[in-house]
């Protein structure tokens, strides 16, 4: 059976596993969020500033990894094909699960978010799975549905991960155990291979280095200015997972409880944003402009943090934030138009890389300029105050996509 056919024996599976793998990979990084607090004041005993900052070398290691395999993942999966890769790194994943529900101490957590690294790179092959059976405007609504997977992840991930820890800080790792395992058997029973064998090219050490792959995919034409767009919202973007939980307890004095509810509200609306609101956009727009509108949004509500000083105005500050979905989709679009087949897997393993690089960079950053607004004594006391920060970066974010914009008008 040739790779069409079996493509179209499987009907829309093939695109279900995608967006469930995506939706787990949300999921795991997003249920540990309102857990961290508790689990790590329960394990280490210590306070809530240098809680953040245990939470930021966790986020740390967890990146690194990725950002070093990332291209692996992504170079295997253009050698081997999509359906090996995705299969074989959830087996790990559960594995990991299952460490981090058992740990007892710090250096458990540490190997356990070091093994979730090396095979939470699943976006990758994922990606490339969809940029193979996707052509023109239909690739960047696919790309949006799988942003609105990774959203519905976020949903899932810290509303179950909030409620679950009424039974015990654990639990979530078991649920997430249980759902890597169901995604795991269906994968390898349904899951069929996308990346025919006369397209896949020989697999070498070159193409695994992390950096080589950056600088490659950069070279492509007009690829550059978007990378460090992406680079940029990605460091600002990423404050909401490094500090959110710690925020609302200092600010509000929130619990898991809340904090759960509060970052499935984000994730809810990020979901509906990428599912329906680009698809709309893209009636009137192109990608490089609903990138922009994207990150502006972003920059305004990062901004708008500052002035919020009691915890219910958040719930109806919540909904704008879903606008800075809109910019993932319009990138990933703009690339992998500006990319060969032959070469889509390394770009989205390259994205992967630049993305963890940004999640090693940012939560150092923001975790520790959360710590300087909150110690004790701090001359400038404000929990919001990191928020200002991110809003600053992001908005720097814009420039290269206007030049972008500057070069294809």
Not at 178 to 189: E, K, M, Q, S, T
Request: hydrophobic fraction near 50%; include cysteine.
């Amino acid at each position: 059976m040739t790779t069409r056919d079996s493509l179209k024996k499987a009907g829309p599976h093939a695109a279900y596993f995608a967006m469930v793998t995506v939706f787990l990979d949300a999921f795991g990084i997003a249920f540990i969020s309102p857990v961290l607090p508790d689990l790590l004041e329960q394990i280490t005993g210590a306070s809530l500033g240098n809680a953040a900052l245990y939470g930021g070398y966790l986020t740390f290691i967890y990146a690194f990894m990725q950002f070093m395999v990332s291209p692996i993942l992504g170079h295997l999966s253009d050698s081997f094909g999509r359906r090996p890769v995705i299969v074989i790194s959830l087996a790990a994943l559960g594995i990991d699960y299952l460490i981090m529900g058992f740990a007892n101490s710090l250096w458990l957590l540490f190997v356990g978010r070091l093994i979730a690294g090396i095979f939470g790179a699943t976006h990758a092959a994922a990606l490339a799975f969809i940029a193979d059976i996707s052509t023109g405007k239909q690739r960047t609504r696919n790309f949006g549905l799988l942003g609105a997977s990774f959203g519905a992840g976020f949903v899932a991930g810290p509303l179950i991960g909030g409620l679950l820890t009424d039974y015990g800080v654990r639990v979530p790792f078991f649920a997430a155990f249980f759902l890597i395992l169901l995604n795991f058997f269906y994968g390898l029973f349904l899951f069929p291979e996308s990346l025919p064998k006369h397209k896949r090219r020989p697999f070498t050490l070159e193409g695994i280095n992390p950096f080589k792959g950056l600088v490659e995919c950069a070279n492509f034409p007009s690829i550059k200015p978007l990378f460090l767009a992406l680079f940029l919202f990605l460091i600002a973007d990423h404050v909401y997972v490094s500090v959110w939980p710690f925020y609302t307890r200092e600010a509000f004095a929130w619990d898991s409880g809340q904090v759960g509810l509060t970052l499935a509200i984000f994730g809810f609306f990020h979901a509906l944003t990428q599912a329906f609101l680009v698809g709309l956009l893209l009636k009137k727009y192109d990608e490089a402009t609903i990138t922009m509108i994207g990150i502006i949004s972003t920059s305004l509500i990062m901004g708008g943090l500052l002035f919020i000083y009691q915890g219910w105005i958040i719930y109806i500050f919540l909904p704008f934030t879903a606008l800075g979905g809109l910019t993932m989709p319009g990138l990933q679009s703009l690339m992998t138009q500006r990319v060969p087949q032959t070469h889509q897997g390394q770009l989205q393993g390259s994205i992967g890389s630049l993305s963890s690089l940004t999640t090693i960079l940012s939560p150092l950053i923001m975790t520790y300029t959360f710590r300087f607004f909150t110690q004790d004594h701090t001359a400038y006391y404000h929990p919001a105050g990191v928020f200002g920060l991110a809003a600053l970066i992001c908005l720097f974010a814009a420039l290269p996509v206007r030049y972008f914009l500057k070069q294809i008008r």
